[in-house]
């Protein structure tokens, strides 16, 4: 007994010696351990925030590039005005009423909405004017719970709206002497629900609440209906606390590619077409800019060196329908067709290497594409230079239609402008430059207005990577400010992750204020208050249930996995030319190349200004020698029904411009029958090849016009038709049908 008693006590000891030990560990085992986790955490923060950042990038720049389609669809629309003026025979067609609009009389009278019946059985809202808070409540729970607003009231709001617009100066002088507070809200593109978050945290428009909304109501959301109704409703509600600056978005060009036609046009059958007409006249009525006690600017885009406050409060902004629309008068004396033709003769032979300043023959649409000017520092000596120049003629149409290039003259020096580079047919070609009439110059300055971005660089350049306006640096920025007695510039018109930036030593700020722009838990909204001591406070917001639940590695995981998509998309519509692009390292045909060849040629096709190389494991495997195997990179993707009908290059051309073509045939559909004529089939597709430069022989055309005339009755379904020409991911596709849902994966 004795000696088991001995044994236990002597063992206990050690147990809790050996416990002391370990709970007591050296200072020094304690602050390795420490050093070890936190430089594991650092690696994995830094790793998952550059794939936040190159995500973010892949978002960015593929959204421009969407931008400058959208600029070259323009020119196309003024192609097809000058050689398919009538479609069929019935007087002019839609683009031409777009482009060079007619004020309907009808518009103009309270009749287009009197004779508008409204049905006993319609269960929306009914408003009447002049709007009490009653009518705007109602309005508001309507939309909350999915209702749509009736065509005619729909059309009075606008009405009212138009006759009060037209009242209002360029630029609206506010104070603060008669509020404690004003709210800042930056681009809301289509998404009610970020705007009624708005009103749930910061309190309904009102005399206590004012508010500045600074542009881009509408497009890409599905709700720019009720988005811009509402601020309508409350701006009629309360006109003196109530402001409105029109964004590069309220264009009725833009909105033909980014969805608002197409809503109105869904949700409104009967009355679309005069809906539509009557915001065209409303959006070219808007104010272009706000000015807070005389010391805070509010404008959507920003500022060029050539922005004139003054001149620019007195131009008549109603006749700027589209800053896309470069003035027609001025085009009318460029020499476009003899030079360029002189000049396409001569071209059109491949580059033998791709270097940043060499493109392949089929880049005519990104053929002014550069790198952002945060990574393009060497141009910045010369660009301020230039910049009252290439500010002048810096539209959103500069890839498609004018970009000024300075001459090898001294960089401290102003060059003069004596040519300029216009597309003809996807080339380019130098034409002597207008002579600026009047209003060229206020078209010119409403475009900087709604187009411009700041960079870090001095000095002011041509935006050609968004392709519209300027670049403006800080020294613009001062200049301006202090010009007018000014402090402090707030801008919109670019998505920021966390929903506002600071640049320029704090005198710029861009809010943005729609939520998960790109993807879901991509980036918070947020808005500025204001008060009298001119102090601007940021409140930020995210619209998302789902968002709240992930982590952030599971939402960067997400949005990753989004843009990589959506990139894949566009390396598929420019399979050839990558290809070709490619086999012209791999002499010996292996099928591989080294990374830093493939990262160049991608690079100099796309022109996305992506880091390629980070990007390489997500888009292409590696042979057993460390080279790129480059057929990889299209091996997952594939077209959502078999084209055996269809020439490759015509198929990879109808995969690439497949939106604009979307947009050309729901123009055409005047009806909304989702059926158009072989005949205007041809016709168009001859048009649009032609304008793109494609390769396209008639013969082709019209061999695809048949095949997909199914019931050979005439006329084309282009709804099936154009789902024939969309991209899809062969893994989704196998996911859901190993999930039991019909094959043909998911489209993006």
Known sequence: MGCGTSVATETQGKRVETDDTIKSPSPALTMKAAVLIQRWYRRYMARLEMRRRYTWNIFQSIEYAGEQDQLQLSGFFSFML???????????????????????????????????????????????????????????????????????????????????????????????????????????????????????????????????????????????????????AYL????????????????????????????????????????????????????????????????????SDQTDLDFLSTIERHKVKSALRFPRRSLEQLDIGHSCKRMRSGAGSRPGSHSKNKRTPNQGRRHCRTSRPDSAASTSSSSSSSSSSSSSFCSPRTPSCLSPRPCPSSPSMPYALNALQVPYLDSLCSVPPPAPAQHDREWKQVVDILWSDPKTQEGCSPNTFRGGGCYFGPDVTRRLLLQHGLQLLIRSHECKQEGYELCHGGQVITIFSASNYYEEGSNRGAYIKVGRELVPRFYQYQVSRATRKLTLTQRVRAAEGSALKALKEKLFTHRSELLSGLQQYDLDNTGCVSVSEWAQVFESVLRLDLPWRTLRPHLARLAPDGSVDYASCFENMEPRIPLTQVTPNMAETLFRYRTDIEIIFNIIDKDHSGLISIEEFRHTWRLFSAHLGADIDDGAIDDLARSIDFNKDGSIDFTEFLEAFRVVHKLDSKEQQGDGKPAGGKAF
């Open 236 to 303: 009629l509600l309360y006109p003196d606390y109530m402001h409105l600056n029109r964004g590069n978005h309220e264009d009725h060009i833009m909105n033909l590619r980014y969805g608002f036609t197409k809503e109105v046009m869904q949700k409104y059958k009967s009355h679309g077409r005069e809906i539509l007409q009557l915001f065209q006249d409303v959006f070219s009525l808007l104010p272009v800019a706000t000015v807070i006690d005389g010391k805070i600017l509010i404008v959507h885009g920003g500022i």
């Open 82 to 232: 000058d050689n398919f003026t009538q479609l069929n025979g019935n007087g002019p067609d839609l683009i031409s009423q777009l482009l060079e609009p007619v004020v309907d009389p009808w518009l103009d009278r309270e009749i287009c909405y009197n004779l508008i019946p409204v049905p006993e059985s319609y269960t929306g809202p009914r408003l009447s004017f002049p709007l009490s808070v009653s009518d705007t409540n109602a309005l508001l729970g309507a939309f909350k719970d999915q209702q749509i607003l009736h065509a005619r009231y729909v059309l009075q709001l606008l009405y009212e709206t138009k006759k009060l617009l037209k009242q209002m100066p360029n630029i609206v002088q506010w104070s603060t002497s008669y509020t404690t507070e004003i709210t800042i809200c930056g681009d809301l593109h289509g998404r009610l629900d970020d705007l009624l978050l708005i009103f749930y945290k910061n309190g309904l428009p009102s005399a206590e609440t004012p508010y500045v909304f600074n542009g881009d109501f509408v497009d890409r959301g599905k709700k720019s209906i009720e988005v811009v109704c509402l601020l309508f």
